[in-house]
T-cell receptor
Framework: DAGVTQSPTHLIKTRGQQVTLRCSPKSGHDTVSWYQQALGQGPQFIFQYYEEEERQRGNFPDRFSGHQFPNYSSELNVNALWLGDSALYLC????????????????FGSGTRLTVV | AQTVTQSQPEMSVQEAETVTLSCTYDTSESDYYLFWYKQPPSRQMILVIRQEAYKQQNATENRFSVNFQKAAKSFSLKISDSQLGDAAMYFCANDSGTYKYIFGTGTRLKVLA
């Protein structure tokens, strides 16, 4: 049973460029959340997708956008990259109805390390 | 606003000894969950233990246990019989039912042989 798969594992981009990160959730999961983890910090919530819609959003600018596909996989897009966007981007999947016994049941991927130069 | 504070940037423990990592949080919700996650160099966040706020009994998972003090909004993690494989970053997190986790800044745990 595959866990959460993220691609690519590492990425280097130039300021002003756009980037797309991809996430395939754990088999059976229907909800995908994205987190940004700056160096030496804890992860910060970007947004969550369920039923192909953004369910909740953290304190991130509109340059950060996402999408969820019918197969539950998800993309995170960041436009107009700047140096401060350099971070580890983590994807976490869960089953929406699982909150009672296994709250959100987050399974994390190993992340995409984005470096903006 | 929800906050999670980990005041220990780094801790060290001798192999086979016990160590306690501290975490305090703030939330206005009455029903919430608390978690400890481990992040090794592989970067993947691994769930160590979770606590439901309405359960007074402290959660335990093998060598890992928590001291949950709801009134004080404190949630510490105790690791017994520390092993070299326990060395990692440890993050405390709070889920207050808003579909997102709030993480602390982490504690780096070093295990000395």
């Amino acid at each position: 049973d595959a866990g959460v798969t993220q691609s690519p594992t590492h990425l280097i981009k130039t300021r002003g460029q756009q980037v797309t990160l991809r996430c395939s959730p754990k088999s059976g999961h229907d909800t995908v959340s994205w987190y940004q983890q700056a160096l030496g910090q804890g992860p910060q919530f970007i947004f969550q997708y369920y039923e192909e819609e953004e369910r909740q959003r953290g304190n991130f600018p509109d340059r950060f956008s996402g999408h969820q596909f019918p197969n539950y996989s998800s993309e995170l897009n960041v436009n107009a990259l700047w140096l401060g966007d350099s971070a580890l981007y983590l994807c976490a999947s869960s089953l929406a109805q699982d909150r009672g016994e296994n709250p959100y049941g987050y399974t994390f991927g190993s992340g995409t390390r984005l470096t903006v130069v | 606003a929800q906050t999670v504070t980990q005041s220990q940037p780094e801790m060290s423990v001798q192999e086979a000894e016990t160590v306690t990592l501290s975490c305090t949080y703030d939330t206005s919700e009455s029903d919430y969950y608390l978690f400890w996650y481990k992040q090794p160099p592989s970067r993947q966040m691994i769930l160590v233990i979770r606590q439901e706020a309405y359960k007074q009994q402290n959660a335990t998972e093998n060598r890992f246990s928590v001291n949950f003090q709801k009134a004080a909004k404190s949630f510490s993690l105790k690791i017994s019989d520390s092993q070299l494989g326990d060395a990692a970053m440890y993050f405390c997190a709070n889920d207050s039912g808003t579909y997102k986790y709030i993480f602390g800044t982490g504690t780096r745990l070093k295990v000395l042989a």
